[in-house]
Every structure is written in structure tokens, then in C-alpha cells.
């Protein structure tokens, strides 16, 4: 075993897949569950969309956390992995017919809605079935996040939530509509976001619409912050835990909750990124023109955050000890994108070596494909393997 990884096991079993270390995840966990905890109103859904592996979400689910999901597929694996009904919520620009019918069926805490004609249908698709549906509504808060251009969410340009001056008039709506219980508001600002500043405009923005309601004798329940919490995926082993910490301490400090209201979390990345690696078999190296290359039997197909996002995800060769060379680590795939990473220091690569790409436990096995007719990559648990 070399690090944390059974290696010989791992020699065993057909590459690539993921690898999810599951003392990592029950720390992040327990971490989250006791951090959160310090506020007795703090409630924190695991956002599926990061990982919706039923082993890893049934892991979570024990923890007690909700389920924020995007999907009618989505809830159905949040309900398959025994999240409560009661503690899912359901967002998503474009929520189609069956997906909303579906939620009401299980009767989900609450929808996030993006928009007025997404309110009407869901009145309507309640009133078929003599139901009242909870929703709260998504507001673009127009605030900025320092982090990738896209995975930003919040500001008036992008196609998220229901913009600033329309607030008023959606709430008075849902007002009047029978089928309708208006529950609060959903904000989400965007993702890998490590400058706690950024929470603290979100705050100040959410002080502000909260004043404004107030005046108006609105009052709501519930306000959800999304999700968002970065982490290092330069230094894993150094950050294996977010920090949650000066996270949960960011709002306790910045937003002003009414008595009575809870504050709710979507977090994906930081509950899920860190358990996780892509192991994979190095399956030539080549020699370039002044370069060489580590070319594996993973690709973007099964990673594609490098390819989409220009993500860096630390990557080792955790099958040799021999002095470090430098590589461009690629993949198979028949696109010039499909590469990991350039000029990667690895101990000194041969054919058959294991490879890690670490940091790959959030969108990582989510996001694979089956481009070039590819297989989609197993996930497996240490629970599993050791
Ligand atoms: N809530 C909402 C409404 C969201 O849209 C998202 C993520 C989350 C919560 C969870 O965010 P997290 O805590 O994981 O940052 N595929 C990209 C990330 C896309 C994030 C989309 N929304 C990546 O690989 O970086």
C-alpha cells in the first residue's frame, strides 16, 4: 500500500476507475455535521449532482444530510438512497413535466424555482393532483464569485434565477396562487469558490431583500445559500477537510437571520471532492520531439474537468519510487484536449504503472461519458476493496 491506496488490490482490478476513501468522506462528514451543528438552524443538503454514486450517497444519507437535486433522475436517487422526501429540494432552470410530477409525488420539501412560467406550471401540475407544493425562489443576487468563468452562477448575465427587480412581483404571485405555499428564497452564486469575501457579498445582498420584504410584511422560513465551498486541489494531502469552519462562520457572521428562520447549505465539491481519485493504467510512454508523454487509459471521458475547465487535478504515479521525470499527462481519447495536465513531475513512468489523478470525488465519475464508444468507469469504496 502506498499512501492511503491498497495498491495490490487496485493491480487486480480493470482500469480506469474511481476510488472513493470512505474515512476521507466520514471525515468531511463528521467535520460538516459538527460544524453546522454550533447553529441550530443550519441545515446542510448534499448537492447530488457532485457524486451521485449510491454507495458515496448512501454514506451521506446515514450522516443525516438532505438532498438538493437538479433532476427528476436525481431525486430518484436521493429517494433510492434513502434521503427523506422531506429533506429534498429541487432546482433547475428547466424542470420538465414528469420531473415536476415526480417531486410531487413524493412530496419534496421544496422546489427552487428559476421563473414565472415554471411557477404556473407547477401550480397547475399540483392543482391535478389537489396538492400544495412548497417552493422557494431563486433569486440571481448579481453577485461575482473569483472562480472559473463557467461555473458562475450569480450574476445578471447568466441564465440562473429570477433577477432582482422581479422579485416582488413573483413573490405577490405566489401569493395568490392556491396551489402554492411560498416558503422562501434560494440563492447559489457559483462553484470552487475559496475567497470567503464572496459569501459575505452574497450575505450583505440577502440583508438587503430581506429589509426590503420586511418593509413589505413578508415573512419567510427559509433562506438557502446554495452551495459553493471550494478545495485544494494542489494540496490534498495537506487540505484533505474544506474549511468549513470559516464557511458556516462567514454567514453566522454576515447574514442576518429573523428568529425563527433556518438557513439552508447545498454543498456538493466540499463533501465529495476530496474522498475521491481516478486511478488509472499508464499505457505507453512515448517519446515527442522535446517532450515526453505519459499517455493512460483514462481520458477526458471519464475526467472531462480538465478539458472543460482548464482544472488542475494533482496526479501521481503511485507505483513507483524512482527519481522524478517530467511528462505531459494524456489520455486516448481522439481530441487534442485530452490531456491532464503538462509537465507533470512523476517518479519515472513504465508502462503498467497506476496512476492518480486525486481531488476527482466531486463531477468527476458524475460527469463521464461514453464518447468514442468508451465504457463509463466503475466506482469503487475502500469499504470495498480493503
Ligand atoms: N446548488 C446549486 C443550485 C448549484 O448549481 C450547485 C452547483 C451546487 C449547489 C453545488 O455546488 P458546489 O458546492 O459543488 O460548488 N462541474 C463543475 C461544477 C458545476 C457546479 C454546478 N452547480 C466542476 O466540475 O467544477
Request: proline share 3%; charged share 20%.
Amino acid at each position: 500500500m502506498k499512501g492511503s491506496f491498497p495498491i495490490d488490490k487496485f493491480r487486480e482490478l480493470r482500469t480506469p476507475f474511481y476510488y472513493y476513501d470512505t474515512d476521507v468522506l466520514q471525515k468531511t462528514l463528521d467535520d460538516v455535521c459538527a460544524l453546522a451543528g454550533n447553529y441550530y438552524n443550519y441545515e446542510v443538503h448534499y448537492a447530488v449532482k457532485a457524486n451521485a454514486n449510491h454507495k458515496v450517497l448512501s454514506i451521506i444519507r446515514e450522516k443525516g444530510l438532505g438532498a438538493d437535486c437538479v433532476s427528476g433522475g436525481e431525486v430518484r436517487a436521493a429517494v433510492k438512497a434513502g434521503f427523506p422526501a422531506s429533506k429534498i429540494v429541487f432546482a433547475g432552470v428547466g424542470k420538465a413535466d414528469w420531473e415536476i410530477n415526480l417531486a410531487l409525488d413524493y412530496d419534496i420539501f421544496c422546489f427552487n424555482v428559476e421563473s414565472v412560467p415554471e411557477l404556473q406550471v407547477i401550480n397547475e401540475l399540483a392543482a391535478a393532483k389537489g396538492k400544495v407544493a412548497s417552493v422557494a425562489f431563486r433569486i440571481n443576487p448579481n453577485v461575482g464569485a473569483h472562480t472559473h468563468a463557467n461555473i458562475t452562477t450569480g450574476l445578471a448575465e447568466n441564465k440562473f434565477g429570477i433577477s432582482l427587480e422581479d422579485m416582488d412581483g413573483v413573490i405577490d404571485l405566489a401569493l395568490t396562487l392556491k396551489n402554492i405555499k411560498f416558503l422562501g428564497l434560494h440563492f447559489h452564486i457559483g462553484s470552487q469558490i475559496l475567497d470567503m469575501s464572496d459569501f459575505v457579498a452574497l450575505s450583505k445582498r440577502i440583508n438587503e431583500l430581506q429589509d426590503k420584504l420586511e418593509a413589505r410584511q413578508i415573512s419567510i422560513g427559509h433562506i438557502n445559500v446554495g452551495g459553493g465551498l471550494g478545495i485544494d486541489y494542489k494540496n490534498p494531502n495537506g487540505n484533505l477537510i474544506p474549511d468549513f469552519k470559516s464557511y458556516f462562520s462567514t454567514y453566522a457572521e454576515h447574514l442576518k437571520l429573523r428568529p425563527g428562520q433556518a438557513l439552508h447549505f447545498e454543498l456538493g465539491r466540499a463533501i465529495v471532492g476530496q474522498c475521491g481519485s481516478l486511478i488509472s493504467r499508464v499505457l505507453y510512454v512515448k517519446q515527442g520531439a522535446n517532450k515526453q508523454f505519459a499517455i493512460l487509459d483514462a481520458g477526458m471521458t471519464d475526467l472531462i474537468r480538465p478539458a472543460l475547465y482548464q482544472a488542475h487535478h494533482k496526479i501521481e504515479n503511485i507505483t513507483s519510487e524512482e527519481a522524478a521525470e517530467k511528462y505531459d499527462v494524456v489520455g486516448p481519447i481522439c481530441e487534442s484536449s485530452d490531456v491532464f495536465d503538462k509537465a507533470v513531475s512523476l517518479n519515472k513512468v513504465k508502462r503498467g504503472d497506476l496512476i492518480a489523478l486525486r481531488s476527482a470525488g466531486a463531477y468527476g465519475e458524475i460527469m463521464a461519458s461514453s464518447y468514442n464508444c468508451r465504457e463509463l468507469p466503475h466506482g469503487y469504496t475502500s469499504a470495498e476493496l480493503i
